[in-house]
């Protein structure tokens, strides 16, 4: 099992949850109106009057054969919506209950 936490452009959120439930992933946790900067490139998103546009993140758990298809699927996504400002990073779970 791994874990992909991903975070976007709140005007996103919905397209980013139908991807994962069109990879047959239907949990996960989301944060709304967040607040961050990339690392490369895109613009900040604080939340303010200079900077007024938003993030929101999902954490989701993922079972191992799933993890390629939602990440490239994202990746596609980026590519396609540069303002969308997605990134996204998985990793291993060693447990669960």
Do not use: C
């Not at 959120?13 to 961050?36: D, Y």
């Amino acid at each position: 099992m791994k874990a992909i936490f991903i975070a976007y452009n709140q005007a996103y959120n919905e397209e980013i949850v139908e991807l994962l439930e069109k990879h047959g992933q239907r949990g996960f946790t989301q944060w709304n109106e967040i607040a961050g900067r990339g690392s490369e490139t895109g613009e900040p998103h604080y939340g303010d009057h200079a900077w007024p546009t938003m993030n929101n993140a999902v954490l989701t758990m993922v079972d191992d054969d799933k993890v390629e298809g939602i990440m490239s699927a994202l990746k596609r996504k980026d590519e396609k919506y540069q303002d969308l400002g997605l990134r996204a990073f998985s990793w291993n779970v060693e447990k669960s209950m």
